[in-house]
């Protein structure tokens, strides 16, 4: 089986431009979430799309926004950048419901710099 | 808020040592506790896992116990080798959507 796969894998972007940032999930995963890893930071939740809806969000502003396709991939956009904003971005994807749940499938990330 | 405490790193020991790396947790209900290395390069992946009090999860050697009665889920290893120098993180998660409060990470490396 294939796993979580990211995309682009590095950029460089300025301030006020926007991004976006891909994801395939996992085989047989229906539920996609997106996390920011800080330099020397754990990851801190982002959001999670199920059945292309947004189905709970962390504490980040709207122009963190997000999609997610009928064969569950996923896009990550972000508006207006700001230096703050430079991290590693991770997708993870689980399971239908009532399948192992609470386990997480992790994409290698995709790392921005905002310059 | 839920959130989760862990030892700060970096840890630097020789192979075959013992490993412990400490995790408390704050958390208003009862939420299941992980343990998620990450290797150089490449993404988090699940290591251990525990869903309720005094459940031990296991694997590759690494164990850690949800310990209700002082919100803790450290992880050990008898034998640490070359092989495990990773980052380490905690983690916890309360419900079933995915919101999953990471510790800070703890860098370990093992020199032969």
């Known amino acids: 089986e294939t796993g979580v796969t990211q995309s682009p894998t590095h950029l460089i972007k300025t301030r006020g431009q926007q991004v976006t940032l891909r994801c395939s999930s996992q085989s047989g995963h229906n539920t996609v979430s997106w996390y920011q890893q800080a330099l020397g930071q754990g990851p801190q939740f982002i959001f999670q799309?199920?059945?292309?809806?947004?189905?709970g969000r962390g504490n980040f502003p709207p122009r963190f926004s997000g999609l997610q396709f009928p064969n569950y991939s996923s896009e990550l956009n972000v508006n207006a950048l700001e230096l703050d904003d430079s991290a590693l971005y991770l997708c993870?994807?689980?399971?239908?419901?009532?399948?192992?749940?609470?386990?997480?499938?992790f994409g290698a990330g995709s790392r921005l710099t905002v310059l | 808020g839920n959130s989760v405490t862990q030892m700060e790193g970096p840890v630097t020991l020789s192979e075959e040592a013992f490993l412990t790396i400490n995790c408390t947790y704050t958390a208003t209900g009862y939420p299941s506790l992980f343990w998620y290395v990450q290797y150089p390069g490449e993404g988090l992946q699940l290591l251990l896992k525990?869903?309720?009090?005094?459940d031990k999860g296991s694997n590759k050697g690494f164990e850690a116990t949800y310990r209700k009665e002082t919100t803790s889920f450290h992880l050990e290893k008898g034998s640490v080798q070359v092989s495990d120098s990773a980052v380490y993180f905690c983690a916890l998660e309360e419900g079933n959507n995915n919101d999953m409060r990471f510790g800070a990470g703890t860098r370990l490396t093992v020199k032969p």
């Open positions: 799309y199920y059945r292309e809806e947004e189905n």
């Open positions: 993870a994807s689980s399971p239908p419901s009532g399948q192992s749940t609470n386990v997480l499938t």
């Open positions: 525990a869903t309720k009090a005094d």
